[in-house]
Protein backbone atom coordinates (compact mmCIF):
# COMPACT_ATOMS: atom_id res chain seq x y z
CA UNK A 1 0.00 0.00 0.00
CA UNK A 2 1.40 3.38 -1.19
CA UNK A 3 -1.07 5.59 -0.43
CA UNK A 4 -3.08 6.16 2.87
CA UNK A 5 -6.76 5.57 2.44
CA UNK A 6 -9.79 6.66 4.40
CA UNK A 7 -11.71 4.17 7.03
CA UNK A 8 -15.68 4.22 6.29
CA UNK A 9 -18.15 3.12 8.26
CA UNK A 10 -22.37 3.30 8.02
CA UNK A 11 -22.91 6.76 8.24
CA UNK A 12 -18.82 8.75 8.53
CA UNK A 13 -15.50 8.51 7.00
CA UNK A 14 -12.08 9.30 8.37
CA UNK A 15 -9.56 10.78 6.23
CA UNK A 16 -5.57 10.60 6.17
CA UNK A 17 -3.90 12.61 8.95
CA UNK A 18 -7.59 12.75 10.93
CA UNK A 19 -9.11 11.50 14.29
CA UNK A 20 -12.29 11.00 15.14
CA UNK A 21 -14.14 10.44 18.48
CA UNK A 22 -17.90 9.43 17.61
CA UNK A 23 -20.80 7.77 19.45
CA UNK A 24 -22.03 5.11 17.11
CA UNK A 25 -25.43 3.94 18.04
CA UNK A 26 -25.74 0.06 18.30
CA UNK A 27 -29.55 0.02 19.30
CA UNK A 28 -32.21 1.89 21.19
CA UNK A 29 -33.64 1.53 24.50
CA UNK A 30 -37.62 0.62 25.96
CA UNK A 31 -37.55 4.63 25.21
CA UNK A 32 -35.91 4.78 22.12
CA UNK A 33 -32.98 6.54 23.14
CA UNK A 34 -29.93 5.81 21.23
CA UNK A 35 -27.60 3.13 22.77
CA UNK A 36 -24.47 4.19 21.57
CA UNK A 37 -20.80 2.69 21.64
CA UNK A 38 -17.81 5.08 22.16
CA UNK A 39 -15.58 4.55 19.15
CA UNK A 40 -12.48 6.39 18.62
CA UNK A 41 -10.98 5.88 14.67
CA UNK A 42 -7.15 7.41 14.28
CA UNK A 43 -6.07 7.56 10.87
CA UNK A 44 -2.39 7.94 10.27
CA UNK A 45 -0.62 10.18 7.24
CA UNK A 46 1.09 7.64 6.23
CA UNK A 47 -0.48 4.14 5.11
CA UNK A 48 -0.06 0.87 7.05
CA UNK A 49 -2.46 -1.74 7.79
CA UNK A 50 -5.77 -1.36 9.62
CA UNK A 51 -6.45 -2.66 13.38
CA UNK A 52 -8.80 -2.54 15.81
CA UNK A 53 -8.51 -2.69 19.77
CA UNK A 54 -11.84 -3.81 21.61
CA UNK A 55 -12.46 -4.32 25.31
CA UNK A 56 -15.46 -4.88 27.56
CA UNK A 57 -17.69 -7.47 25.17
CA UNK A 58 -18.65 -8.55 29.01
CA UNK A 59 -19.51 -5.53 30.43
CA UNK A 60 -17.73 -6.15 33.97
CA UNK A 61 -13.93 -6.85 32.41
CA UNK A 62 -12.74 -3.19 32.74
CA UNK A 63 -9.13 -3.83 32.52
CA UNK A 64 -8.99 -3.52 28.72
CA UNK A 65 -11.27 -0.54 28.61
CA UNK A 66 -8.12 1.15 30.64
CA UNK A 67 -5.93 -0.24 27.52
CA UNK A 68 -7.76 0.95 24.21
CA UNK A 69 -8.53 4.36 26.10
CA UNK A 70 -4.71 5.22 26.98
CA UNK A 71 -3.73 4.15 23.08
CA UNK A 72 -6.55 6.23 21.73
CA UNK A 73 -6.15 9.71 23.75
CA UNK A 74 -2.87 9.09 25.98
CA UNK A 75 -0.56 8.30 22.67
CA UNK A 76 1.14 10.45 20.81
CA UNK A 77 -0.08 8.99 16.78
CA UNK A 78 1.82 11.80 14.84
CA UNK A 79 4.07 9.03 13.35
CA UNK A 80 1.12 6.58 12.87
CA UNK A 81 1.22 4.56 9.67
CA UNK A 82 -2.19 2.69 9.41
CA UNK A 83 -5.10 3.49 11.44
CA UNK A 84 -5.89 2.17 14.76
CA UNK A 85 -9.75 1.66 15.52
CA UNK A 86 -10.25 1.83 19.52
CA UNK A 87 -13.76 0.06 20.81
CA UNK A 88 -13.37 0.61 24.85
CA UNK A 89 -17.19 -0.91 25.58
CA UNK A 90 -18.59 -2.75 23.25
CA UNK A 91 -21.25 -3.77 25.69
CA UNK A 92 -22.47 -0.69 27.00
CA UNK A 93 -25.88 -1.99 28.46
CA UNK A 94 -23.65 -4.45 30.16
CA UNK A 95 -21.06 -1.84 31.68
CA UNK A 96 -23.69 0.62 32.84
CA UNK A 97 -25.64 -2.66 34.91
CA UNK A 98 -22.30 -3.50 35.72
CA UNK A 99 -22.47 -6.97 34.66
CA UNK A 100 -21.07 -9.73 31.96
CA UNK A 101 -23.77 -10.16 29.88
CA UNK A 102 -26.33 -7.79 28.04
CA UNK A 103 -28.90 -7.28 30.68
CA UNK A 104 -31.61 -7.92 27.94
CA UNK A 105 -32.39 -11.60 28.66
CA UNK A 106 -28.86 -12.21 29.50
CA UNK A 107 -27.27 -12.70 26.41
CA UNK A 108 -23.68 -13.02 25.77
CA UNK A 109 -22.73 -10.69 23.01
CA UNK A 110 -19.49 -12.38 22.81
CA UNK A 111 -21.03 -15.03 21.42
CA UNK A 112 -23.49 -13.19 19.19
CA UNK A 113 -20.83 -12.13 16.62
CA UNK A 114 -20.99 -11.75 13.13
CA UNK A 115 -24.46 -11.03 14.32
CA UNK A 116 -27.87 -10.56 11.66
CA UNK A 117 -29.30 -7.47 11.36
CA UNK A 118 -32.98 -9.31 11.33
CA UNK A 119 -32.13 -11.08 14.45
CA UNK A 120 -32.14 -10.91 18.17
CA UNK A 121 -31.01 -7.59 20.00
CA UNK A 122 -28.06 -9.25 20.94
CA UNK A 123 -26.99 -10.42 17.35
CA UNK A 124 -28.39 -6.99 16.23
CA UNK A 125 -25.67 -5.23 18.55
CA UNK A 126 -23.31 -7.42 17.50
CA UNK A 127 -24.01 -7.33 13.80
CA UNK A 128 -23.45 -3.25 14.05
CA UNK A 129 -20.13 -3.41 16.22
CA UNK A 130 -18.72 -6.10 13.41
CA UNK A 131 -20.15 -4.45 10.20
CA UNK A 132 -19.09 -1.30 10.77
CA UNK A 133 -15.73 -1.57 12.59
CA UNK A 134 -14.20 -5.13 12.78
CA UNK A 135 -14.37 -6.35 9.68
CA UNK A 136 -12.96 -3.51 7.44
CA UNK A 137 -9.66 -4.12 9.54
CA UNK A 138 -6.53 -6.45 9.11
CA UNK A 139 -6.18 -7.39 12.40
CA UNK A 140 -7.11 -7.01 15.96
CA UNK A 141 -6.96 -7.53 19.96
CA UNK A 142 -9.56 -8.25 22.28
CA UNK A 143 -9.44 -7.77 25.62
CA UNK A 144 -11.27 -9.91 29.24
CA UNK A 145 -10.20 -10.68 31.99
CA UNK A 146 -11.17 -13.70 34.39
CA UNK A 147 -14.60 -13.33 36.22
CA UNK A 148 -15.69 -11.77 39.65
CA UNK A 149 -13.40 -13.51 42.00
CA UNK A 150 -10.74 -14.88 40.25
CA UNK A 151 -7.58 -13.53 38.64
CA UNK A 152 -5.89 -14.37 35.69
CA UNK A 153 -1.97 -13.88 34.78
CA UNK A 154 -1.82 -12.30 31.54
CA UNK A 155 -1.75 -14.54 28.36
CA UNK A 156 -3.15 -14.99 24.92
CA UNK A 157 -5.72 -17.25 23.66
CA UNK A 158 -5.22 -17.60 19.95
CA UNK A 159 -5.68 -20.36 17.41
CA UNK A 160 -1.83 -20.66 16.13
CA UNK A 161 -2.38 -22.85 13.63
CA UNK A 162 -3.32 -19.60 11.80
CA UNK A 163 -0.16 -18.23 10.76
CA UNK A 164 -1.37 -14.45 10.65
CA UNK A 165 -2.72 -15.04 14.12
CA UNK A 166 0.54 -16.86 15.24
CA UNK A 167 2.38 -13.72 14.39
CA UNK A 168 0.16 -11.60 16.12
CA UNK A 169 0.15 -13.32 19.21
CA UNK A 170 3.83 -13.91 19.36
CA UNK A 171 4.29 -10.17 18.80
CA UNK A 172 2.19 -9.25 22.30
CA UNK A 173 5.24 -11.11 23.95
CA UNK A 174 3.31 -12.51 26.79
CA UNK A 175 5.05 -15.33 28.85
CA UNK A 176 1.94 -17.42 28.16
CA UNK A 177 -0.31 -18.43 24.75
CA UNK A 178 -2.98 -20.95 25.28
CA UNK A 179 -3.12 -22.37 21.49
CA UNK A 180 -7.06 -23.08 21.28
CA UNK A 181 -9.66 -21.78 18.68
CA UNK A 182 -12.73 -19.51 20.06
CA UNK A 183 -15.84 -20.28 20.55
CA UNK A 184 -18.64 -20.07 17.91
CA UNK A 185 -20.02 -16.78 18.01
CA UNK A 186 -17.62 -15.02 19.83
CA UNK A 187 -15.62 -12.21 18.44
CA UNK A 188 -12.21 -14.02 18.22
CA UNK A 189 -13.63 -17.07 16.06
CA UNK A 190 -15.74 -14.65 13.96
CA UNK A 191 -13.67 -12.19 13.02
CA UNK A 192 -10.73 -15.03 11.98
CA UNK A 193 -13.13 -16.47 10.08
CA UNK A 194 -14.37 -13.22 8.24
CA UNK A 195 -10.49 -13.38 7.36
CA UNK A 196 -9.23 -10.49 10.14
CA UNK A 197 -6.54 -12.49 12.29
CA UNK A 198 -7.65 -11.48 15.97
CA UNK A 199 -6.21 -13.39 19.67
CA UNK A 200 -7.54 -12.55 23.14
CA UNK A 201 -5.62 -11.10 25.78
CA UNK A 202 -7.29 -12.20 29.26
CA UNK A 203 -5.74 -10.33 32.23
CA UNK A 204 -6.84 -9.53 35.58
CA UNK A 205 -9.60 -9.55 36.86
CA UNK A 206 -13.51 -7.93 36.19
CA UNK A 207 -14.51 -4.89 38.17
CA UNK A 208 -11.53 -3.71 38.49
CA UNK A 209 -8.43 -1.29 37.06
CA UNK A 210 -5.14 -3.20 37.65
CA UNK A 211 -2.16 -1.04 36.93
CA UNK A 212 0.42 -3.73 36.79
CA UNK A 213 -1.66 -5.84 33.79
CA UNK A 214 -2.60 -2.11 32.30
CA UNK A 215 0.62 -1.40 31.84
CA UNK A 216 1.58 -4.99 30.75
CA UNK A 217 -1.05 -5.16 27.86
CA UNK A 218 0.05 -1.44 26.95
CA UNK A 219 3.54 -2.52 26.22
CA UNK A 220 2.37 -5.49 24.78
CA UNK A 221 0.32 -3.05 21.99
CA UNK A 222 3.21 -1.08 21.36
CA UNK A 223 4.65 -4.00 20.60
CA UNK A 224 2.23 -5.72 18.12
CA UNK A 225 2.35 -1.82 16.23
CA UNK A 226 5.93 -2.12 15.74
CA UNK A 227 5.38 -5.74 14.65
CA UNK A 228 3.37 -4.78 11.82
CA UNK A 229 4.78 -1.45 11.14
CA UNK A 230 2.48 0.61 12.66
CA UNK A 231 5.14 2.54 14.96
CA UNK A 232 7.85 2.15 13.21
CA UNK A 233 10.10 4.07 15.97
CA UNK A 234 8.88 1.29 18.54
CA UNK A 235 10.86 -2.15 19.12
CA UNK A 236 9.35 -5.58 19.64
CA UNK A 237 9.49 -6.96 22.61
CA UNK A 238 10.38 -10.11 23.51
CA UNK A 239 9.13 -11.71 27.39
CA UNK A 240 12.48 -13.37 28.39
CA UNK A 241 10.70 -16.90 28.14
CA UNK A 242 7.41 -18.14 26.19
CA UNK A 243 5.23 -20.84 26.23
CA UNK A 244 2.76 -21.72 23.44
CA UNK A 245 0.29 -24.57 25.49
CA UNK A 246 -1.51 -26.93 23.19
CA UNK A 247 -5.18 -27.51 23.55
CA UNK A 248 -4.33 -31.26 24.04
CA UNK A 249 -1.79 -30.02 27.12
CA UNK A 250 -3.37 -31.14 30.62
CA UNK A 251 -5.23 -28.10 31.83
CA UNK A 252 -7.22 -28.56 35.31
CA UNK A 253 -9.62 -26.10 37.53
CA UNK A 254 -8.67 -27.47 40.96
CA UNK A 255 -12.13 -27.60 42.90
CA UNK A 256 -12.25 -27.61 46.86
CA UNK A 257 -13.52 -30.68 48.45
CA UNK A 258 -15.00 -28.98 51.79
CA UNK A 259 -16.50 -25.82 52.65
CA UNK A 260 -14.78 -23.66 54.11
CA UNK A 261 -12.26 -19.89 54.57
CA UNK A 262 -9.66 -20.58 52.35
CA UNK A 263 -5.86 -19.27 52.52
CA UNK A 264 -4.41 -19.50 49.28
CA UNK A 265 -0.32 -19.64 49.05
CA UNK A 266 0.21 -19.37 45.34
CA UNK A 267 -0.37 -16.17 43.12
CA UNK A 268 -1.54 -16.03 39.82
CA UNK A 269 1.80 -17.04 37.45
CA UNK A 270 3.74 -19.19 39.57
CA UNK A 271 5.17 -22.29 39.36
CA UNK A 272 3.97 -25.24 41.15
CA UNK A 273 5.28 -28.46 41.83
CA UNK A 274 3.25 -31.83 41.68
CA UNK A 275 2.20 -32.45 45.79
CA UNK A 276 3.05 -28.91 46.62
CA UNK A 277 0.58 -27.26 48.98
CA UNK A 278 -1.60 -24.43 47.03
CA UNK A 279 -4.07 -23.80 49.69
CA UNK A 280 -5.61 -24.91 52.67
CA UNK A 281 -9.33 -24.97 53.44
CA UNK A 282 -10.35 -24.41 57.31
CA UNK A 283 -13.64 -24.65 59.29
CA UNK A 284 -14.58 -21.87 61.61
CA UNK A 285 -13.34 -23.37 64.61
CA UNK A 286 -9.96 -24.66 62.68
CA UNK A 287 -10.58 -27.99 63.80
CA UNK A 288 -10.79 -29.29 59.86
CA UNK A 289 -8.22 -28.43 57.82
CA UNK A 290 -8.44 -29.85 53.86
CA UNK A 291 -5.39 -29.17 52.28
CA UNK A 292 -5.27 -28.89 48.10
CA UNK A 293 -2.03 -29.72 46.82
CA UNK A 294 -1.09 -29.67 43.18
CA UNK A 295 -1.68 -32.48 41.38
CA UNK A 296 1.22 -32.46 38.68
CA UNK A 297 3.48 -29.65 37.73
CA UNK A 298 2.73 -26.62 36.08
CA UNK A 299 1.60 -23.12 35.86
CA UNK A 300 -1.02 -21.19 37.86
CA UNK A 301 -2.80 -19.14 35.11
CA UNK A 302 -5.99 -18.39 36.98
CA UNK A 303 -6.10 -18.08 41.08
CA UNK A 304 -9.58 -17.55 43.30
CA UNK A 305 -9.10 -14.30 45.14
CA UNK A 306 -11.93 -15.11 47.35
CA UNK A 307 -11.81 -16.88 50.49
CA UNK A 308 -15.22 -18.08 50.55
CA UNK A 309 -15.55 -21.58 49.13
CA UNK A 310 -18.21 -24.41 48.72
CA UNK A 311 -17.18 -28.03 47.74
CA UNK A 312 -16.69 -27.56 44.19
CA UNK A 313 -15.70 -24.08 43.97
CA UNK A 314 -12.66 -23.50 41.46
CA UNK A 315 -9.34 -22.60 43.12
CA UNK A 316 -6.89 -21.99 40.94
CA UNK A 317 -6.59 -23.02 37.14
CA UNK A 318 -3.21 -24.98 36.33
CA UNK A 319 -2.00 -25.90 32.77
CA UNK A 320 1.02 -28.56 32.43
CA UNK A 321 4.31 -26.97 31.34
CA UNK A 322 6.93 -29.15 29.21
CA UNK A 323 10.27 -29.45 30.80
CA UNK A 324 12.00 -26.79 28.38
CA UNK A 325 9.81 -24.23 30.05
CA UNK A 326 9.83 -25.23 33.51
CA UNK A 327 13.24 -24.69 33.38
CA UNK A 328 12.50 -21.19 31.14
CA UNK A 329 10.64 -20.30 34.05
CA UNK A 330 12.82 -21.32 36.82
CA UNK A 331 15.63 -19.40 35.28
CA UNK A 332 13.61 -15.95 34.35
CA UNK A 333 11.52 -16.16 37.25
ZN1 LIG B 1 -14.64 -11.92 28.87
Known amino acids: MSQP ?3 TYDGGRVDPGERQNIRYTVTETYLGD ?3 IPVTIINGEKPGPTMFLSAAAHGDELNGIEVVRTVAHSWDHDELAGTLVCLPVLNVPGFVAQQRYLPIYDRDLNRSFPGNPDSTSAKRVAYSIFNNFIEPCDFGIDFHTSTRGRTNMLHIRAAMDNPAVERLAKAFASHVIIDKEGPDGSLRKE ?4 GVPTMVVEMGE ?3 FQRDFIDRGLSGVNSVLAEFGLRETESVNWPGWQAVIAEREERTWIRADAGGLMDIRVGYGDLVYEGKTIAEITN ?3 TEVTEVTAPFTGLLVGVAENPLVYPGNPLCHLVR ?5 QL ?5 G
Not at 191 to 194: F, K, L, M, T
Open 321 to 325: VDERT
Open 284 to 286: PFQ
Open 34 to 36: PVR
Open 191 to 194: ACDA
Open 206 to 208: AHR
Open 328 to 332: AIEQN
Open 5 to 7: VPF
